[in-house]
């Protein structure tokens, strides 16, 4: 059975078994991913002492010498990964009804996305944080390993399944900024977003990746759109009303109207961005609410394997 048909028969979601799922039905498609050399390596031998776990006794050493002796290990992994999320109301776009990870809006897919990762920081022994901003930075927790502080990594990202309960707008340089300044040096920011900017300029959004970028070491933006309706303006060709998801005011137009100068506004948006980043060597990586998870793995991988190389 799927993991998409076993949540289905839920009444809630369970985001960290969704996220074992999805990690767990991706290592087949991915065995020649970077999954692979980020295992422990065996350094030496010592004896076992009561009450130590018994995983590690290495049994061939036992069956030779009738002493009991324990692998030791050097870690490879000892990153630090902050997952940041955007979670103002453009986020919620489109509106959903009910949780389907098959048929996500944008903070859904920001949601899991950021579980999968916690996910696998947990498996590589990292050392995990996560933000949370729209109109403030409203939550923080600083990079730590254990199972307690993923727990509660999966419980704040679960948490932003549910409706906003306000409009939230995005001020999101202002939080970068200020998330910027809680981060340690040598870290890898991950970001996920909408690249929306409100009442900001995208110069000043820019600005505060930049920040980000530089006190972090290493940063990934995944920009997140339904690219069918917000870079397409897909829609049925007969009038229809918008509404704002940040100030709620409401625009009656036809579609065919506007569709083409739309679009190129729309490019040059996403354009200014990727240029920028580019420049500042901010990893951009675009995707659509239909976008598999593993590519969201697969990307956040490869770019390890580049930094630990």
């Avoid at 759109?225 to 229809?240: K, N, V």
């Amino acid at each position: 059975m799927s993991y998409e048909k076993t949540l289905h028969n839920l009444e809630a979601p369970r985001l960290d078994l969704l996220a074992r799922a999805i990690v767990e039905g991706s290592l087949t498609g991915l065995h020649r991913s970077p999954f692979h050399g980020f295992s422990s390596e065996f350094r030496e031998h010592k004896m076992y002492t009561p009450g130590e776990p018994v995983k590690f006794i290495d049994w061939k050493v036992y069956a030779k010498t009738e002493k009991l002796y324990l692998k030791k290990f050097d870690e490879e992994t000892n990153m630090r990964v902050r997952l940041i999320v955007d979670a103002s109301s453009s986020m919620h776009y489109p509106a959903r009804d009910v949780f389907d990870p098959d048929r996500p809006n944008k903070i859904q897919f920001a949601v899991i996305a950021a579980a999968v990762l916690t996910e696998i920081l947990g498996r590589q022994r990292d050392a995990a944080g996560l933000a949370v901003f729209h109109e403030d930075a409203e939550r923080i927790l600083p990079e730590k390993t254990g199972v307690l502080h993923r727990r509660m990594m999966f419980a704040e990202l679960e948490s932003l399944l549910s409706p906003p309960p306000a409009r939230r707008r995005t001020r999101a340089a202002r939080s970068l900024h200020y998330i910027a300044e809680s981060m340690r040096r040598r870290s890898l920011a991950v970001v996920f977003t909408d690249l929306w900017t409100g009442e900001e300029s995208p110069d000043e959004l820019i600005e505060a990746f930049k920040h980000l970028r530089y006190k972090s070491a290493e940063l990934i933006v995944f920009h997140i759109r339904d690219q069918a309706t917000e870079e397409a303006f897909d829609f049925p060709s007969r009038p229809l009303r918008f509404r704002d998801a940040e100030t709620g005011e409401i625009l009656a137009l036809h579609p065919d109207a506007v569709r083409r100068n739309y679009r190129e506004a729309a490019r040059s948006h996403i354009d200014r961005f990727r240029e920028a980043f580019y420049a500042y060597g901010i990893d951009y990586q675009p995707v659509d609410i239909r976008t598999p998870y593993r590519d969201v793995m697969s990307a956040y991988l490869q770019k390890r394997l580049r930094i630990k190389g």
